[in-house]
């Protein structure tokens, strides 16, 4: 071991912490809009150690050396970052093939037909092997807590016990699953099911963010393998070995944000994105299919419907970061949601000028009810939107936990605003101060968005007090040190 090798920890992702790109002024470093490192990062910060994760930015292979390897971050170094390198087609398949064509609408019940490829598989099994192999054996003999984390990686852990048994090391594995877990009548459609799940099985120690996902991942062990539950403890003893299954929700733990007054953002905001109106609300998400966000425009389009006295008054800025855009779906899913923007936009604005209109606003003066922005926000842009909204909708048709949630609840201290919440988020079980809402039912939904908007002051207030609490009781830091402890409890 020389003075380089970690001690302790190794995180496994497919998404790097850094990334390096080449840009118009040469060299930058990005970091990546993903909760996932927002919460591992202080972590490894803290502790050291190794973060193994695929090397995606243009500039990555220049910036580090002969073996993937970086030290991070790059103002102050505190931990080693090491690259793995993936050809394109083993991106097609393992990444936008495997992971996000098969894996992700199967894990989300949002009504998308998984696309299982023999050739996705093959090369998701092999990449998962790279993966376990790029740590080598000084640093796997070195490493007492392993994190493995999410759906890209499943296999990692079964590839790291192979050796650690071998070696009969004591290193601890732990995977974390980021998305929901299915009932197993509709998890055993996979031709792989039972190969996933013997590869999970690897870790002494697999979470999953809400307690009915981890009751619906010991239901599919039990039906697909030949395995041992128990329900009380929560283990899975299979091959000989004893796996733990714990709920461990997620937490956030944003960088702080410049206090500024609520109303004066709000015209800066408006101002910004080109829009004027009184009531400012907000919906923040990668533009995934599982994000509900046509059923929103639908909702509000139902709402202003029964509702006219809001028009003009009223207006929503979806910001939807563009994401596997590689993806058939993905693409197709953005054009859905601009057609659908501009055919309300369009609506409303021809109803206000026929003549029968009983609200008179003037076409110069017309503000359309829903400002779409696909592009990515900074974190300062998001906070401050985050603040000055007077609601934000969160309608996910299925969502492992939802940290944009946790964000608004965050951004809001001790300002009023109200949180419309899909049911189906994972975050609805820690947050029932919401207006939890169905997103399929768009009259519920169109209700709900009058009752908050109409709610009295006091009431938000005890609202956002309540989940305020529990979002910032519980951050992010929190989240990563139960998962250590629980893997050596
Ligand atoms: C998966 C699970 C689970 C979004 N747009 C921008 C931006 N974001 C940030 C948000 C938030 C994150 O991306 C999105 O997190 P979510 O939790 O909402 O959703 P997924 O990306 O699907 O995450 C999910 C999560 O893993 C963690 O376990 O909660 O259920 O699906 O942090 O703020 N950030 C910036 N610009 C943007 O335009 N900077």
Known sequence: MNDQTPR?????????????????????????????VSALEPVMRKLGGLWIAHGSGSADAET???????????????YRLKRVWLSPTEQRQYYDGFSNEALWPLFHL??????????????????????????????????SSI??????????PQFLRSRISQAQLSSRIA?????????????????????????????????????????????????????????ERQTVTFKGRDTKVKATPIGIDPPPLANKNQSTLKGAIFRKFGVS?????????????????????????????????????????????????????YRNFSLRVQSETQRINQKFKTQLSMETSELKVHPLLYCPPIRLVLENQTWESLGELYRAADLCIVSSLHDGMNLVAKEYVWAKGNLNGALLL?????????LPEAFLFNPYDQEESARLIYTALTASQSELRERMKKMNHRVTARDARAWAEDILSSMTA
Request: charged share 20%.
């Open 175 to 231: 995977l974390t699953w980021h998305i929901p877990w299915i009932p197993s009548e509709i998890y055993k459609i996979c031709p792989w099911a039972k190969d996933l799940l013997a590869g999970m099985l690897g870790a002494d120690l697999i979470t999953f963010h809400t307690a009915s996902y981890g009751i619906n991942f010991l239901e599919s062990c039990e039906r697909l393998l030949e395995c041992r539950i128990d329900r």
């Open 147 to 156: 994190l493995v984390q999410d759906f890209h990686l499943a296999l990692v």
């Open 64 to 78: 580090c050396d002969t073996s993937g390897v970086i030290a991070v971050p790059p103002e102050d170094p505190l």
């Open 422 to 430: 899909s049911k189906f988020a994972g975050a609805s079980h820690e």
């Open 8 to 36: 302790n920890l190794v995180i496994f992702s497919n998404r790097e912490p850094y990334i390096h790109a080449h840009t118009r002024h040469g060299i930058e470093v990005q970091r990546p809009a993903s909760g996932l």
């Open 277 to 329: 109106a009184e009531i400012l609300a907000l919906g923040v998400d990668r533009l995934d299919y599982t994000k509900g966000i046509p059923q929103r425009l639908l909702a509000i389009e139902e709402f202003l419907d029964k509702n006219p006295q809001f028009l003009g008054k009223f207006c929503f800025i979806q910001i939807a970061s563009p994401t596997r855009t590689e993806v058939t779906a």
């Open 110 to 143: 949002a009504h998308h037909q998984p696309i299982f490829r023999r050739t996705d598989w093959d090369t998701y099994t092999r990449v998962n092997e790279r993966f376990a192999n790029s740590l080598s054996d000084a640093e796997l003999s070195a490493a």
